[in-house]
């Protein structure tokens, strides 16, 4: 377990609070509640079970020079009980697309505050409620960051707002110098 803490580190991953056994992972929330991240046809584990699918290693090779949240991101784009395998080209639209929210939200962090579109926060809720389902809410962040019609400081309040779900470090470079 020891050997997925850094990894897991780098990718806004916390270490879980307990573990128990080969492969078994479990995290105290509250105290008395369990929960269990574990793949398809895994029973008799009790408490709350997450079925997870399958993802393959990212070898160093293919990981890079890229920021190691653009891993994050292209996992966040396919379900979580789908299994995931990662090309050169899918990072790379990861990689770019973390850039591009990123210097956006700077850009926008700039302007004044408005108050986060109702719609686009409702679905976005909506969608994490419904099985944890991150592909809509990027698809909808993307739909977002293009609207013409929607104030910057807008667009800044709720990208930073859904980033605390999708911990991606959007925020990142706020004032991190000019353009």
């Known amino acids: 377990m020891d050997d997925l803490v850094q990894p897991a580190r780098a990718l806004g991953i916390h270490p879980p609070a307990v573990t128990r056994g080969e492969g078994e992972v479990r995290a105290a929330l509250g ?3 369990d929960v269990h991240f574990a793949g398809a046809g895994v029973d008799g584990l009790g408490g ?3 079925e997870v699918g399958e993802a393959a290693a990212v070898p ?8 190691p949240l653009a891993l994050r ?3 966040l784009t396919r379900r979580h009980y789908c299994g995931a395998q990662f090309t050169p080209g899918i990072l790379d639209e990861a990689d770019a697309t973390l850039h591009r929210w990123r210097d956006g939200v700077a850009v926008w962090a700039r302007a004044p505050s408005r108050p986060m ?3 686009v ?4 809720y909506a969608a994490f409620e ?3 389902d991150t592909p809509s809410v990027l698809g909808q962040l993307n739909r977002l960051a293009d609207d013409v019609d929607v104030a910057d400081g807008a667009k800044f309040e ?3 707002h859904l980033d605390r779900v999708l911990a991606v470090d959007l925020a990142r470079d706020i004032g991190a110098g000019p353009d």
């Open 31 to 33: 105290g008395s509640v």
């Open 48 to 50: 709350v079970r997450v």
């Open 60 to 67: 160093n090779r293919l990981a890079g020079d890229r920021d």
């Open 73 to 75: 991101l292209a996992l």
């Open 117 to 119: 579109p109702p719609d």
């Open 121 to 124: 926060v409702r679905d976005a």
């Open 130 to 132: 419904n099985n944890l």
């Open 158 to 160: 709720t990208f930073v």
